[in-house]
């Protein structure tokens, strides 16, 4: 799995502080009675880039989703931005708001155009006024580079605009923290590695990223940390290098095996 | 064999070409629909000629027919015992068709009524006339209710202020929170409606008398009636089954219980049944001396009718979402109404508009139903003209005539609903 990043990352605004962005204490989460996230504890400080990876059914994406609260725990604390995840509606809204989410299946809303979609929750949720959520949002369309797509509708662009399209509609709720969940999954090889740029020169800007994804050249090239997760709970955790070079538990052993052997 | 050469390189890429002629049009047409094979010959053949003879046999009956004469009798003697319609009883009756009992030197009302409600319809139906008159389409109720029963333009007046009344209570009480806020509103609406709109109604009419003769339930029939009883049941079903549907799929226990028992209930029980509960079963539960107008009750009903039917088309509409819509929709911090209104309503309903349309088209022809329980809808009308010795035995033009008017209406709905899924298509699938 060799991920030609023919672009120099640009290493000098990625800076990791210390204030805490996520704090997730003692997390559990069930379905029913299946028992989905077992114990988790992570503290994602700004700036950080986090990449997830394990098998599927491993409780990745549900565990990012409780971030935004599209799942719900059942036990442990998740505290985003400052503010604790209970069934508080206020709250859940602040948080959705502060943090942005980009799906596999890019989720955009078919009957708005690209530009209609960008501006629909900045004008709804934020409260700005039309002239200048149309501009924020030109303004994201040619950062992910198709502002000339603005006025079509999401089925008629490829996969991989319609991802980067998505990922400029969170980005105009100027999110503090972005959320992948495996955002070029259901994407054609070709189309793999636009999606790929743009989420690199996001990082570069020094978004707090946390990433579900099977790129591992992307895990290189851009997490400072990787969370291996298995059975519904973190496995390993570990810097890019040490965990891609030297894996301690056999199972994360077993994993990169299996991934990044054809 | 030698090693076969498995190379290949193309040079130059292909331009597009144009398609081969036969592959268009009415050879395509002839070739591949109608004569592909001797049996769909045959069958093609078979339907011209069935198509011949219908038209020979129905032309002389349409062609012969009689447009002036005053009775059936009459039309008999100027046929001399050919073939033909009497369309003169059209003539003579068409009035009563269209209006029913209703004072002629008014017919200028129902009229006036109906070409408004045109105006009313075209800022909702077609998005190229200005939004702004909306505002019509808001008073156009009033309106309608003040020009067909006549009365003071106070009442509906007074009616309307309510709205401003809730409105007013709604935005001094939205700090005490939404909830609260909303029961508010609708206690403040509810108390101006029955306490003040009455004595306020009475003191405005003497300040400024601006009265029409009324016109009594009584008195209307035929097409008005019908277009009365449709019209405001497409228009209030449509809402109504939007809030039922999201009912039915809410979380909230209570909410989802009376959606459910709602609808089953409803949908269990035939149309007529609730016509007659209307007419007749009402008054012993409603307290003696109270008047309450058959046609408001026969409203009412029908809506509610509708509304059970189009919360179920809309929900198949809502479950054909993928979720992804409402998780995006949260994600970006749109709350549930929001969520609703701008992403989910607008994908749901577009999907339902077949189902929808469907709806509307049923309720307009069940308003024929109302003959049974004595009110002067078109088919009601034509049994009374037939009772007429004039026109006694006259059966075919009558009905010809009604259907006629059902399916102008009818096909129009049906022709709108396909050009508004057309304008709606934004998928390029």
Same mark, same amino acid.
């Given at each position: ?22 704090? @997730? ?24 880039? @986090? ?26 604390? @998740? ?35 690209? #530009? ?60 503090? @923290?972005? #959320? ?83 | 064999?030698?090693?076969?050469? %498995? ?48 038209? /020979? ?29 009497? %369309? ?20 200028? /009302? ?21 939004? /702004? =008159? ?103 079903? %449509? ?55 058959? $046609? ?28 992804? +819509? ?13 969520? +609703?209104?701008?992403? $989910? ?23 024929? =139903? ?21 026109? +006694?035995?006259?059966?075919?033009? =009558? ?15 049906? /022709? ?14």
């Amino acid at each position: 799995m060799e991920l030609n990043l023919e672009t120099e990352i640009d290493r000098s605004r990625m800076r990791v502080s210390e204030e805490v962005a996520i704090r @997730i204490e003692d997390m559990n989460k069930w379905y029913g009675t299946y028992h989905v996230l077992r114990d988790i504890n992570l503290t994602v400080r700004r700036g950080e880039r @986090i990449v997830i990876a394990g098998p599927s059914g491993s409780g990745k994406s549900t565990m990012i989703r409780c971030i935004n609260r599209l799942e719900e725990h059942q036990a442990g604390k @998740i505290v985003v931005d400052g503010i604790e995840l209970s069934s508080d509606l206020k709250n859940i809204d602040k948080v959705r708001s502060e943090v942005g989410m980009v799906f596999q299946h890019f989720n955009l809303f078919p009957h708005l155009t690209i #530009l209609e979609n960008c501006t629909l929750a900045p004008i709804w949720v934020r409260e700005i006024p039309r002239r200048e959520a149309i501009e924020t949002a030109m303004h994201f369309l040619e950062k992910v580079k198709i502002p000339e797509q603005a006025n079509k509708y999401p089925g008629q662009l490829s996969g991989g605009q319609q991802q980067r399209v998505a990922i400029a509609r969170s980005l105009c709720m100027k999110p503090r @923290i972005m #959320l992948f969940d495996e955002p070029t999954s259901a994407l054609d090889p070709e189309m793999i590695k636009e999606v790929l740029d743009t989420m690199i020169e996001l990082a570069e800007e020094g978004m707090t990223m946390l990433c579900v994804t099977h790129e591992m050249g992307f895990a290189q090239a851009v997490a400072n940390r990787v969370i291996f997760m298995d059975q519904g709970q973190i496995v390993e955790e570990n810097n890019p290098h040490d965990f891609f070079n030297n894996p301690q538990s056999e199972r994360t052993r077993l994993f990169l095996s299996q991934i990044l052997r054809h | 064999m030698s090693d076969r050469n %498995l190379t290949f390189v193309r040079r130059e890429m292909l331009p597009a070409r144009e398609p081969p002629t036969n592959h268009f049009g009415i050879v395509k047409l002839l070739r591949e629909k109608l004569f592909n094979n001797w049996l769909s010959a045959l069958l093609t053949v078979a339907s011209l000629i069935a198509l011949v003879w219908i038209a /020979r046999s129905l032309s002389p009956w349409l062609f012969n027919s009689v447009w002036s004469a005053n009775s059936l009798s009459e039309c008999r003697q100027i046929l001399g015992g050919a073939e033909g319609a009497c %369309l003169a009883v059209i003539r003579d009756r068409w009035t009563q068709l269209l209006f029913g009992f209703y004072p002629p030197a008014q017919y200028w /009302r129902p009229v006036l009524a109906f070409v408004l409600m045109l105006v009313a319809m075209a800022p909702i139906l077609f998005p190229p006339v200005p939004r /702004r =008159l909306l505002w019509f389409s808001a008073v156009f109720p009033g309106l309608a209710y003040w020009l067909i029963w006549g009365g003071t333009l106070w009442l509906p007046v007074s009616a309307y202020a309510g709205f401003t009344v809730g409105g007013i209570v709604l935005r001094l009480t939205t700090r005490l929170g939404s909830g609260v806020a909303v029961g508010l509103a609708f206690a403040g609406a509810l108390a101006w409606w029955f306490l003040a709109s009455g004595p306020v109604t009475t003191v405005l009419e003497q300040l400024l008398p601006l009265s029409l003769p009324a016109v009594t339930s009584r008195e209307m029939g035929g097409f008005l009636l019908s277009i009365v009883i449709g019209v405001t049941g497409i228009s209030l079903s %449509l809402p109504l089954g939007i809030v039922l549907a999201l009912g039915r799929r809410s979380t909230m226990p209570l909410v989802k219980t009376v959606s459910v028992v709602f609808i089953e209930f409803i949908r269990g029980v035939p149309l007529i049944t609730l016509l007659f509960t209307a007419s007749l079963l009402l008054n012993y539960f409603l307290p003696p001396g109270t008047n309450f107008d058959l $046609i408001l009750r026969v409203i009412i009903m029908v809506t509610l009718f509708a509304t059970a039917y189009m919360a179920e088309v809309i929900r198949g509409g809502l479950a054909a979402l993928p979720r992804g +819509q409402y998780e995006a929709a949260e994600a970006l911090g749109l709350d549930y109404w929001k969520a +609703q209104r701008l992403v $989910i309503m607008p994908q749901a309903l577009k999907i339902s508009i077949p189902g929808i349309v469907n709806s509307f088209i049923g309720l307009f022809k069940d308003t024929t =139903l109302v003959v049974f329980i004595g009110l002067l809808d078109p088919i009601a009308l034509s049994n009374s003209i037939r009772a007429t010795t004039d026109w +006694q035995g006259i059966y075919w033009e =009558l009905f010809i005539f009604i259907g006629g008017l059902f399916f102008i209406f009818c096909f129009s709905m049906s /022709r709108y609903s396909m050009h508004l899924e057309r304008r709606l298509k934004t998928d390029h699938r």
